[in-house]
């Protein structure tokens, strides 16, 4: 007959009381149906677990070898039933994120700092990639969530307007547009800007071609390198650079900020978090709850399908 794992846990409870009285208090049971339950345990066992005498119930040796290999299995079932509990609300587990804008400040920085404060036990991995890449790996199931900047047309699934980054030019230290507090498009002209397949540079190129009314507005120097390659290009004075103002919470040498405006004022992209409604991974839906609770004016009337 197979032990029960109920039988286990009152067998480990006896031996550490050495009496049954005690026992049965601790369990809330009676004595009577503990001490029917361990001779019953004994009986399917084939052999004896307890000495019983007028002084109490002490383990044979070879009941207490059987109770300590009990107690491995029940410490081990607890610990898997307790990791599966935390799982299944989001607490445990691993998260796939996309991300193409900088770490280095910003409201994506905080975001994932809150979530990791939230949730120190979910293991948190990060994609970078363009937009259209990101796109493609959550709709491969890749990836959980990705925040991009801008709508984008190909997502037809769910996705939360969450927050907005002023437009910034990083510009050689030296250069005579770092003596003005902002930049201004049109003086962006004659420039030589260098661009990026990689992160937001396809927006931000996008944008600057609307903001210059023409498909060729500048020199542009394309170069197929990260962020922080090309803020070292900057810095080495090879042209200026379009980012995000997350990009400016880290120093590069020789290279200075200054927002982007136009009429109206600052230059601002909006990003989306995009994911699939059919996403099963537990660990998801905390991080979007999180997502609402931390901008609730954006996301009130903006969660799209």
Same mark, same amino acid.
């Given at each position: 007959?197979?032990?029960?794992?109920?039988?286990?846990?009152?067998?480990?409870t006896a031996s550490?009381?050495?009496?049954?009285?005690?026992?049965?208090?601790?369990?809330?049971?009676?004595?009577?149906?503990?001490? /029917? %339950? =361990?001779?019953?345990?004994?009986? !399917?066992?084939?052999?004896? +677990?307890? &000495?019983?005498?007028?002084?109490?119930? #002490?383990?044979?040796?070879?009941?207490?070898?059987?109770?300590?290999?009990?107690?491995?299995?029940?410490?081990?079932?607890?610990?898997?039933?307790?990791?599966?509990?935390?799982?299944?609300?989001?607490?445990?587990?691993?998260?796939?994120?996309?991300?193409?804008?900088?770490?280095?400040?910003?409201?994506?920085?905080?975001?994932?700092?809150?979530?990791?404060?939230?949730?120190?036990?979910?293991?948190?991995?990060?994609?970078?990639?363009?937009?259209?890449?990101?796109?493609?790996?959550?709709?491969?199931?890749?990836?959980?969530?990705?925040?991009?900047?801008?709508?984008?047309?190909?997502?037809?699934? /769910? %996705? =939360?307007?969450?927050?907005?980054? !002023?437009?910034?030019?990083? +510009?050689? &230290?030296?250069?005579?547009?770092?003596? #003005?507090?902002?930049?201004?498009?049109?003086?962006?002209?004659?420039?030589?800007?260098?661009?990026?397949?990689r992160g937001p540079?396809?927006?931000?190129?996008?944008?600057?071609?609307?903001?210059?009314?023409?498909?060729?507005?500048?020199?542009?120097?394309?170069?197929?390198?990260?962020?922080?390659?090309?803020?070292?290009?900057?810095?080495?004075?090879?042209?200026?650079?379009?980012?995000?103002?997350?990009?400016?919470?880290?120093?590069?040498?020789?290279?200075?900020?200054?927002?982007?405006?136009?009429?109206?004022?600052?230059?601002?992209?909006?990003?989306?978090?995009?994911?699939?409604?059919?996403?099963?991974?537990?660990?998801?839906?905390?991080?979007?709850?999180?997502?609402?609770?931390?901008?609730?004016?954006?996301?009130?009337?903006?969660?799209?399908?």
């Amino acid at each position: 007959m197979p032990v029960e794992f109920r039988d286990l846990r009152w067998a480990i409870t006896a031996s550490q009381h050495r009496s049954l009285r005690q026992a049965a208090e601790t369990l809330n049971i009676k004595q009577s149906t503990l001490s /029917r %339950s =361990l001779r019953n345990l004994e009986h !399917r066992l084939g052999g004896t +677990l307890f &000495e019983r005498s007028n002084g109490g119930t #002490r383990p044979t040796i070879e009941g207490q070898e059987f109770l300590d290999a009990a107690q491995r299995i029940v410490d081990e079932t607890e610990a898997i039933a307790a990791r599966l509990k935390t799982r299944s609300r989001g607490e445990s587990g691993r998260l796939t994120i996309g991300v193409h804008s900088s770490l280095s400040a910003g409201n994506l920085r905080a975001t994932l700092l809150d979530h990791r404060r939230h949730f120190p036990d979910v293991e948190t991995h990060l994609v970078d990639g363009s937009s259209d890449y990101l796109i493609s790996d959550l709709d491969g199931s890749a990836i959980d969530v990705a925040f991009v900047a801008e709508p984008n047309p190909r997502w037809r699934d /769910r %996705s =939360l307007l969450v927050w907005n980054e !002023r437009v910034v030019a990083a +510009l050689p &230290e030296n250069h005579p547009l770092t003596g #003005r507090d902002v930049v201004h498009w049109g003086e962006l002209r004659h420039e030589a800007l260098l661009t990026s397949q990689r992160g937001p540079g396809p927006e931000l190129l996008k944008l600057l071609m609307s903001k210059m009314g023409c498909s060729d507005p500048c020199q542009l120097l394309r170069h197929d390198v990260a962020l922080d390659r090309l803020l070292s290009l900057v810095g080495a004075d090879w042209g200026i650079l379009l980012v995000l103002e997350s990009a400016t919470g880290a120093a590069y040498p020789g290279v200075t900020f200054r927002e982007v405006h136009d009429a109206e004022g600052p230059t601002r992209l909006s990003f989306r978090a995009y994911w699939r409604e059919a996403n099963s991974n537990p660990s998801l839906r905390p991080f979007l709850d999180l997502l609402r609770e931390r901008y609730p004016d954006l996301s009130a009337d903006t969660d799209a399908d």
